[in-house]
Structure formats: structure tokens, C-alpha cells
């Protein structure tokens, strides 16, 4: 449990960056993908949630619908995306032939059961905003993608820099301090902050302070369906979305979609084995900023 009200906010937050990614491919499931595509399978349900729990206000109770009512509220607060508005801030992307793992993997569309001219996408990234109180001005840059170098799910939390620097003569500037939430796998919470090097010199070099749940309690955490499974069972909703919350999200990546429409992509736009294609980093490179390596 993280007490951030003092220092969540837009005031001392640049910037939220949301990754869910995996090194594998379609797995055999090339079928399903070509129905729904990254957005659907996706951007609608696993990525808007962790976007949805790290700005969420508290809730009153830990209960289901305190819960919920919070996630819905965010929802809210965010207007879908115009045409124009997709164009800018909505990447789409394809993965062609390349290496994962110092192996050779093949692309998208040579995949069992994916059509060789396929235009769905494996890879989205957006840039969000939540028009409210505590996030207006605060971009959200939420992304997925498959074959690219590592799986990984991470939200990290930019913090702004500070107004003043003490020590100005270090010979190395200062990074702003940042926490990121590793979700899977080697669940934990990082912190990078700032320290002073021993010595006479003012060098200021970023350190790590780690917490992994592993480590700290000797046992891996249940998996997710598991989880799921036994909240099910026991009649705990607590996890699972309400109707009015499935349809806000889809509200948000059907205006995507349809944004989409307007232009054929040049798929494949990028290798198996990167990050995802050139321009996912105009996206942040426009706001004088860049996406963060998990």
C-alpha cells in the first residue's frame, strides 16, 4: 500500500508510462489475434486496468463497488479520442522477421493461421489524458506489444525534477526520481532517486532502493487466474469489471479503432526483437521525453 496523496499528484508527477510486454509470439493462437488485434485483446482490458488502479482515487472501503466506483470515475474523465487526436497520439505496429533472444523468430504474418497480407496490429502506444483534479496535464503513455526483447509489465511514475539543484557542480546531472511498479514478472517496487557520491566531490549518481516479493517473503505469488478462480468461488468481485466500466473502455478503444480507419499501415513496421516501431518514439520525443526500458 503506497500512501500518495501528498505527493501524487499533477504538481510533482511528469509523466506515467504503462508497459505490458511479451517475447512471444502468436504461441499458435494466430486465429484469435487476427479477430481482435493488441487493441482488443489488449489495450481494452489489461493495460487500461493497471492505467485505471495507479490514478484511481482511494476508495472509501475495500470493497467491490468502492472499487469500482473509483476505476469508473476515471474513466470518466477521459474523452474519447478524435480522428485528429488518434492520428497524433494512438501507434500501431506489426512485427516483421527478427531475433528474440539471440534466436531467429519469424514475422507476424508467417505465423500459423495469420493471413500473409494481415493488418492487425500487435503493437499499440498512446499518449492519454485524464481531465481531472489530481492528473489534468499529466500525460499517460500506455503501450503493448508482442516479440519484442523481454516480457515484462511495468508501471513507472516520472517524477519531476527539482526546481533547484544544490549541487550544481556534479558531473553528472541529476535524473529525476522514479517508481516503478513491477507487476511480473519479479514482482516488486523500485525506487530511483538521487544520492551523493562519498567524497570531497559534489557528484550526485542515481541509486536504487528494490523490494521484491520473492526475496522479501520467500514465495512466489499466486498466478492470476488462480487468484481469479478463487475470488469466483467465493463470490468476491472485487477483480473483475462491471458493466459500466467494460462499456467506458470500450468507449476509449472503439474511438481508436475508428480513428484507425482512415489509413492503410505499412505493416511490418517493426523487427522481432525491438521495442516497437520508430515512430511509438515520437511519440514521447515530441514532449521532450522517452520511453523508459523495463
Do not use: C
Not at 85 to 105: F, K, M, S, T
Not at 139 to 163: D, H, L, W
Not at 211 to 236: H, Q, T
Not at 262 to 289: H, I, K, S, T, V
Request: net charge neutral; proline share 9%; hydrophobic share 35%.
Amino acid at each position: 500500500t503506497v500512501r500518495r496523496r501528498p505527493y501524487w499528484p499533477r504538481r510533482y508527477v511528469d509523466r506515467v508510462q504503462v508497459t505490458v510486454a511479451e517475447s512471444v509470439g502468436v504461441e499458435g493462437g494466430g486465429r484469435l489475434l487476427e479477430d481482435t488485434g493488441a487493441s482488443r485483446a489488449v489495450v481494452q482490458n489489461h493495460l487500461m486496468q493497471l492505467r485505471w488502479l495507479t490514478a484511481m482515487e482511494p476508495p472509501a472501503a475495500f470493497d467491490a463497488d468502492a472499487l469500482r466506483d473509483e476505476k469508473v470515475k476515471i474513466l470518466r474523465a477521459m474523452a474519447p479520442l478524435s480522428p485528429t487526436a488518434v492520428a497524433r497520439n494512438a501507434i500501431r505496429g506489426q512485427y516483421g522477421p527478427g531475433w528474440v533472444e539471440a534466436e531467429p523468430v519469424s514475422g507476424y504474418r508467417q505465423e500459423s493461421q495469420v493471413d500473409p497480407d494481415s493488418e492487425t496490429e500487435t503493437y499499440v502506444a498512446a499518449r492519454l489524458q485524464i481531465d481531472d483534479w489530481r492528473w489534468s496535464g499529466v500525460p499517460f503513455y500506455v503501450r503493448t506489444g508482442k516479440r519484442m526483447p523481454k516480457r515484462a509489465t511495468e508501471v513507472a511514475i516520472q517524477f519531476k525534477e527539482v526546481p533547484h539543484r544544490l549541487f550544481k557542480d556534479s558531473s553528472v546531472d541529476p535524473e529525476p526520481n522514479l517508481l516503478a511498479l513491477r507487476i511480473q514478472p519479479d514482482e516488486g517496487i523500485s525506487l530511483r532517486f538521487g544520492a551523493k557520491v562519498p567524497g570531497t566531490r559534489s557528484d550526485v549518481r542515481p541509486v536504487n532502493m528494490d523490494f521484491r516479493y520473492g526475496s522479501s517473503f520467500g514465495v512466489d505469488p499466486p498466478e492470476a487466474y488462480e487468484r481469479l478462480l478463487l475470488d469466483a468461488m467465493i463470490g468476491d468481485s472485487t477483480l473483475f469489471t462491471r458493466t459500466d466500466e467494460v462499456e467506458e473502455q470500450w468507449l476509449l478503444v472503439d474511438a481508436i479503432i475508428a480513428g484507425w480507419q482512415r489509413d492503410r499501415p505499412a505493416f511490418p513496421n517493426y523487427p522481432a526483437g525491438a521495442w516497437g516501431p520508430p515512430n511509438a518514439e515520437d511519440l514521447l520525443q515530441r514532449d521532450g521525453r522517452s520511453w523508459r526500458r523495463p
